[in-house]
């Protein structure tokens, strides 16, 4: 069973438009952290945040939020008023202190977002 | 200064050939990690390392082996390339504990097998 999924395969938006990729966890874990990495079209990989089981608040860092919600282990990512520069591919990972991945992330299959102008 | 630097960027090589690719960190983290991202995009862990332990994801061939001469350099090296080896593999590092702690991560080195 896949422990992250990231249902939206590819999201195209205008620039302007508000965006949210999604990302559904699975783990028995209590502990566990929350990623998303942001991979634009130059190939690298790029850390956005890290979100643990405990700390439910929503985050908001300029025009990124996420929100976690324990009781549908979702973690998802808004781009509001989204710009041509937010064009990436987007991964949401997974990391379980005591489950068999041995503390290693464990990423979903990414978002492509592409933003037009 | 780069973080987490690769060589090579590109490498294209034939079937049946043994390669390296080269990873170093300047970060001081205890642990380095090799990915393979496959042509959907698909990042899968092949290994993590640590001074003290070696973890591989059973899923990778034993052609594949990590290279660790010290804390601050990771090397993959592949014998007898496949086809299927075509991918970007990407080095990344970080701090322990892993679980808690972001990676860094490498450009990547896209492998060609011809």
């Known amino acids: 069973a896949q422990k992250v999924t990231q249902a939206q395969t590819e999201i195209s938006v205008v620039e302007k438009e508000d965006v949210t990729l999604d990302c559904v966890y699975e783990?028995?874990?209590?502990?566990?952290?929350l990623f998303w990495y942001k991979q634009p079209p130059s190939g690298e990989l790029v850390f956005l945040i890290r979100?643990?089981?405990?700390?439910?608040q929503n985050e908001i860092s300029g025009r990124y939020s996420w929100n976690f919600q324990k009781s549908t282990s979702s973690f998802n990512f808004t781009i509001t008023a989204s710009q041509v520069v937010d064009s990436a591919v987007y991964f949401c990972?997974?990391?379980?202190?005591?489950?068999?991945?041995?503390?290693?992330?464990?990423f979903g299959k990414g978002t492509k977002l592409s933003v037009k102008p | 200064d780069t973080a987490v630097s690769q060589t090579p960027k590109y490498l294209v090589t034939q079937m049946g050939n043994d390669k390296s690719i080269k990873c170093e960190q300047n970060?001081?983290?205890?642990?380095m990690y090799w990915y393979k991202q496959d042509s959907k995009k698909f990042l899968k862990i092949m290994f993590s390392?640590?001074?003290?332990?070696?973890?591989i994801n059973e899923t990778v061939p034993n052609r594949f082996s990590p290279k660790s001469p010290d804390k601050a350099h990771l090397n993959l090296h592949i014998n007898s390339l496949e086809l299927g080896d075509s991918a970007v593999y990407f080095c990344?590092?970080?701090?322990?504990?892993?679980?808690?702690?972001?990676?860094?991560f490498g450009p990547g080195t896209r492998l060609t097998v011809l």
């Open positions: 979100r643990n089981s405990f700390d439910e």
């Open positions: 990344a590092s970080s701090q322990e504990p892993r679980f808690y702690n972001e990676q860094f």
């Open positions: 990972a997974l990391s379980e202190v005591d489950g068999g991945s041995q503390g290693n992330l464990i």
């Open positions: 970060l001081g983290h205890d642990t």
């Open positions: 783990t028995r874990d209590t502990t566990y952290y």
């Open positions: 390392y640590n001074n003290k332990e070696l973890i």
